[in-house]
């Protein structure tokens, strides 16, 4: 597709259960990140792929949350246990190898809200 | 202290004003600065970018960046409804770990007719 496509847009979910958040990035971008917005927070860095490994992991949160890409294109971010503090907008990015930080292309995100 | 501050507003302008956003930080390490708009339910669009310290136009929209003072602006011109949205500034180092963004929390804009 034309732009970052993430699924689903909106995630209602009780609290204590686990949750799958799918990002597809434009073809051809080798990098993708995903960020947090929460109300009153901002975007908050969670992970950073270069192909299929992740060599920055430093902004998640705790171990309850994971992610990974397979085929250097479609990711996954997992969150198990989930908890009311995460509720919040997670947005996947992508961007081209030579556009790094200049090119990123985020996707609407994924709405989650536990309960 | 947050790395990076930015006044939520919200802001309320009429049409046709001059309309100056702004933050300011604390890590003299940040040398790329960007604004990006977002939309109500959409991700962050890339508006402008600098590297540096100076000035950066496009069209109805300048970028400033004044490093001594650890102080970046956006200033709309001519501001339109269209132009109605959330304005997030953006800011990394050079060199390894570049792509990692530190961003403000945003400030709401709405520009009435």
């Known amino acids: 597709g034309a732009g970052v496509s993430q699924s689903p847009s909106n995630k209602v979910t009780e609290k204590g259960k686990d949750v799958e958040l799918r990002c597809d990035p434009i073809?051809?971008?080798?990098?993708l990140y995903w960020y947090r917005q929460s109300l009153g927070q901002g975007l908050e860095f969670l992970i950073y792929?270069?192909?299929?490994?992740?060599?920055?992991k430093s902004g998640l949160p705790s171990d309850r949350f994971s992610a990974e890409r397979t085929g250097g294109s479609v990711s996954t971010l997992t969150i198990q246990r989930t908890q009311q503090e995460d509720s919040a907008v997670y947005l996947c990015?992508?961007?081209?190898?030579?556009?790094?930080?200049?090119?990123?292309?985020f996707g609407s995100g994924t709405r989650l809200t536990v309960v | 202290q947050k790395e990076v501050e930015q006044d939520p507003g919200p802001l309320s302008v009429p049409e046709g004003a001059i309309v100056s956003l702004n933050c300011t930080y604390s890590?003299?390490?940040?040398?790329?600065f960007m604004w990006y708009r977002q939309y109500s339910r959409k991700g962050p669009e890339l508006l402008m970018y600098?590297?540096?310290?100076g000035n950066k136009e496009d069209g109805r929209f300048t970028a400033q960046v004044d490093k001594s003072s650890k102080y970046i602006s956006l200033f709309i011109r001519d501001s339109q409804p269209s132009d109605s949205a959330t304005y997030l500034c953006?800011?990394?180092?050079?060199?390894?770990?570049?792509?990692?963004?530190?961003f403000g929390k945003g400030t709401k804009l709405s520009v009435i007719p």
């Open positions: 953006a800011m990394t180092r050079a060199g390894a770990g570049s792509y990692q963004l530190t």
């Open positions: 890590n003299s390490a940040f040398q790329y």
């Open positions: 600098t590297y540096s310290s």
């Open positions: 990015a992508s961007s081209a190898p030579d556009r790094g930080m200049w090119g990123y292309t």
């Open positions: 073809s051809g971008h080798t990098a």
């Open positions: 792929f270069q192909g299929n490994s992740a060599p920055d």
